[in-house]
């Protein structure tokens, strides 16, 4: 299963359970897919330690 397939299905069970998508490459094709299939935000496997606080810090859009 990928990660988007997983997203989907965390999101489907598991409702207010929040998912950010890790990623090595930003491809706008699958970082959409990662939102449309539940994911509030993105960031690239390489990103340093604040980057990634920052991201799991995030609220989405209106939490």
């Not at 950010?20 to 960031?43: D, P, Q, W």
């Not at 990103?47 to 991201?55: M, P, S, T």
Request: charged fraction near 25%; include cysteine.
């Amino acid at each position: 299963m990928d990660g988007i397939a997983t997203t989907r299905l965390i999101r489907q069970e598991l409702p207010d359970t929040q998912v950010v998508a890790i990623t090595s490459l930003l491809e706008e094709g699958s970082v959409v897919e990662a939102v449309r299939a539940g994911a509030i935000g993105y960031v690239l496997k390489d990103a340093n330690a604040q980057e990634l606080c920052r991201v799991v810090k995030a609220r989405p859009p209106g939490r």
